[in-house]
């Protein structure tokens, strides 16, 4: 059974940084498309970023490019998202996601599996 569990949320002021940690457990295949989506009040879900390849290959919305870095760790069964400088328009609920590989759009109605999510809250 594949689950995943988000944690490293918190309110921070803008400019500052917060690292989101997603623990995979149950997965049973060497390849993993893993990625990080956020959801803000009234909004649909919307992806951040993307890891897949082994971290060779990285996706990152225009809306965080330059800010944030996804990352994973193998040997820790964890993917990672790096936010700094943030801002008040990335305040949301984060969410990681996985799938056995990454198709050409990144879209949530893809992936089957997904954490709880973890509350990020930026103020201003």
């Known amino acids: 059974q594949v689950q995943l569990v988000e944690s490293g949320g918190g309110s921070v002021q803008a400019g500052g940084s917060l690292r989101l940690s997603c623990k995979v457990s149950?997965?049973?295949?060497?390849?993993?498309?893993g990625a990080w989506f956020r959801q803000a009040p009234g909004k649909e879900r919307e992806v951040v970023a993307a890891i897949y390849s082994g971290g060779a290959g990285l996706y990152y919305s225009d809306a965080v490019k330059g800010r944030f870095t996804i990352s994973q760790d193998n040997a820790k069964n964890t993917l990672y998202l790096q936010m700094n400088s943030l801002k008040s328009e990335d305040t949301a609920m984060y969410y990681c996601?996985?799938?056995?590989?990454?198709?050409?759009?990144?879209?949530?109605?893809?992936?089957?599996?997904w954490g709880q999510g973890t509350q990020v809250t930026v103020s201003s």
């Open positions: 996601a996985a799938e056995f590989f990454c198709l050409t759009t990144i879209s949530a109605n893809y992936f089957r599996y």
């Open positions: 149950g997965w049973t295949s060497s390849s993993i498309c």
